[in-house]
């Protein structure tokens, strides 16, 4: 079965700072990797994707996610925070086989000092 | 296009009262998929459907039902609401279970079981 670890629950960081966010997961292979945005009050908003190729991959906003198969790890980066990054940030996985669902992480809130 | 939709966006029910949360879609998914989210738990799928007329268990199916009678459409039923079905629940569509198929959420549905 999948599974995914977010460590951190809270994580405070100052405005201009730069911001990690870390993942992991539990899978027999490499699975496809997700990281989704909740800002307070809305849903669920796609910041990026992996499924193959480069390690290291852009998604909006400014983040991007590096993926380390050795460390079973996935986490989401972005160099300098601006105030609205203030959400809640989800870590997901979806196995490759047939009929797998996304499995969500517990989430990380992140507040932003000014 | 308005994406996906959720009604109502609140509700507050006695213990042992009946509901049904609406989702629609405007474009023209295939599969639709219906999640709860606790606190420190991420999201969990309740019940999914990968087309007209066929749905399938998610995660955490007890207590709920759903139906798909109409592709842009998907139901879910609480039967007897319970304090545990307390949660904000979240309506995902996604075009394809392919590879790295992106499901869009819905903004959700905030229910209060007393």
């Known amino acids: 079965a999948q599974s995914v670890t977010q460590p951190d629950i809270h994580i405070t960081v100052s405005e201009g700072a730069s911001l990690e966010l870390r993942c992991n997961y539990s899978y027999g292979a490499t699975p496809y990797l997700f990281w989704y945005v909740q800002s307070p009050g809305q849903g669920l908003q796609l910041l990026l994707k992996?499924?193959?190729?480069?390690?290291l991959v852009q998604g909006i906003k400014g983040f991007e996610a590096e993926f380390k198969r050795s460390q079973s790890s996935f986490n989401l980066r972005k160099p300098s925070v601006h105030w609205s990054d203030a959400a809640e940030y989800f870590c997901?996985?979806?196995?490759?086989?047939?009929?797998?669902?996304?499995?969500f992480g517990g989430g990380t809130r992140v507040l932003v000092k000014p | 296009n308005a994406g996906v939709t959720q009604t109502p966006k609140f509700r507050v029910l006695k213990t042992g009262q009946s509901m049904t949360l609406l989702c629609a879609q405007d474009?023209?998914?295939?599969?639709m998929y219906w999640y709860r989210q606790d606190p420190g738990m991420g999201l969990r799928l309740i019940h999914y459907?990968?087309?007209?007329?066929?749905?399938a268990k998610g995660e955490v199916p007890d207590g709920y039902n759903v139906s798909r009678l109409k592709k842009q459409n998907f139901l879910l039923g609480l039967e007897s609401a319970a304090p545990s079905q307390t949660s904000v629940y979240f309506c995902?569509?996604?075009?394809?279970?392919?590879?790295?198929?992106?499901?869009?959420f819905g903004p959700g549905t905030r229910l209060l079981v007393l």
């Open positions: 992996y499924f193959s190729g480069d390690t």
């Open positions: 995902a569509s996604s075009g394809e279970d392919r590879e790295v198929e992106t499901q869009y």
């Open positions: 997901a996985v979806k196995g490759w086989a047939a009929g797998n669902k996304l499995t």
């Open positions: 459907s990968v087309g007209e007329g066929t749905t």
């Open positions: 474009m023209n998914h295939e599969y």
